[in-house]
């Protein structure tokens, strides 16, 4: 089966543009002039572009064309499987210690995506209290992460952790030492998914760029989930790193 003539374009301006023929911040040729040059459609060059503005490589950008972007070096996420607490309480990310919040924390009820609905064991359309925060870095103020956290109604409504400020320690300190829900323990699992229009703006993502997604629990000693919280973050700037131990079964022969 012969390859679509737009997708001919794209697989040799992909090859281009990795190669290095087209630099980051650098213009593609105007689609008028490529077209004439290929003997094809403009919208034959229309959608090469498109296949390549959906692969993060390039974006449109007003009054220059279509851009090749630049690739950042990832900023990789230890995690080392811990938590660690500073004055300010629990954190999960070493690297993240440092970032700040950007706006004011919405505090809101209403039902959690499907996916945390069923971990926290709520029926669909059932509100939870949702607790987003838009976060980054202190010097620049680029963001950095979206950290949302859902609890269920029967654990925070009618407590300090539907307020705006929850006091020292944060909400975790106030589900073990005020709420009886303590030594909390926690689980998480990484994934990705493309953003949505609301994410993509907040963080400042190109067209095609996904988001890495870390979905956390927090289990009370009584098997209750009683917050999951989902952070995202650019999958483009951002990767997740571990140490590696040798289990018994491993060990070294010579040893």
């Given at each position: 089966?012969?390859?679509?003539?737009?997708?001919?374009?794209?697989?040799?301006?992909?090859?281009?543009?990795?190669?290095?023929?087209?630099?980051?911040?650098?213009?593609?040729?105007?689609?008028?002039?490529?077209?004439?040059?290929?003997?094809?459609?403009?919208?034959?060059?229309?959608?090469?572009?498109?296949?390549?503005?959906?692969?993060?490589?390039?974006?449109?950008?007003?009054?220059?064309?279509?851009?090749?972007?630049?690739?950042?070096?990832?900023?990789?996420?230890?995690?080392?499987?811990?938590?660690y607490?500073?004055?300010?309480?629990?954190?999960?990310?070493?690297?993240?210690?440092?970032?700040?919040a950007?706006r004011?924390?919405?505090?809101?009820?209403?039902?959690?995506?499907?996916?945390i609905?069923?971990?926290?064991?709520?029926?669909?359309?059932?509100?939870?209290?949702?607790?987003?925060?838009?976060i980054?870095?202190?010097?620049?103020?680029?963001?950095?992460?979206?950290?949302?956290?859902?609890?269920?109604?029967?654990?925070?409504?009618?407590?300090?952790?539907?307020?705006m400020?929850?006091?020292?320690g944060?909400?975790?300190?106030?589900?073990?030492?005020?709420?009886?829900?303590?030594?909390?323990?926690?689980?998480?699992?990484?994934?990705s998914?493309?953003?949505?229009?609301?994410?993509?703006?907040?963080?400042q993502?190109?067209?095609?760029?996904?988001?890495?997604?870390?979905?956390?629990?927090?289990?009370?000693?009584?098997?209750?989930?009683?917050?999951?919280?989902?952070?995202?973050?650019?999958?483009?700037?951002?990767?997740?790193?571990?140490?590696?131990?040798?289990?018994?079964?491993a060990e070294?022969?010579?040893?």
């Amino acid at each position: 089966m012969d390859t679509p003539a737009y997708r001919q374009i794209a697989d040799e301006l992909r090859t281009a543009i990795t190669s290095g023929q087209y630099p980051p911040d650098s213009t593609l040729p105007k689609m008028a002039d490529l077209a004439a040059q290929r003997g094809v459609a403009k919208e034959t060059v229309r959608d090469a572009y498109r296949v390549l503005e959906d692969e993060g490589l390039v974006e449109v950008v007003r009054r220059r064309g279509t851009v090749v972007r630049a690739v950042p070096t990832r900023q990789r996420i230890s995690r080392t499987r811990e938590v660690y607490r500073d004055g300010l309480g629990y954190y999960f990310d070493l690297a993240a210690q440092s970032w700040i919040a950007l706006r004011e924390s919405t505090v809101t009820w209403g039902p959690a995506p499907r996916d945390i609905t069923a971990i926290l064991g709520l029926t669909p359309g059932e509100d939870a209290l949702i607790r987003d925060r838009l976060i980054g870095t202190p010097d620049t103020r680029h963001p950095t992460q979206l950290a949302t956290s859902y609890l269920p109604a029967s654990v925070a409504r009618g407590t300090r952790l539907a307020e705006m400020d929850t006091g020292p320690g944060g909400i975790y300190d106030r589900l073990e030492l005020d709420l009886g829900h303590g030594p909390l323990s926690w689980y998480e699992t990484i994934g990705s998914r493309m953003p949505t229009a609301e994410e993509a703006r907040d963080l400042q993502l190109g067209k095609g760029i996904p988001v890495l997604r870390i979905v956390r629990t927090a289990t009370s000693p009584a098997g209750v989930i009683v917050e999951v919280n989902d952070t995202r973050m650019s999958a483009l700037d951002f990767e997740v790193g571990h140490q590696i131990s040798r289990h018994t079964s491993a060990e070294h022969p010579a040893d």
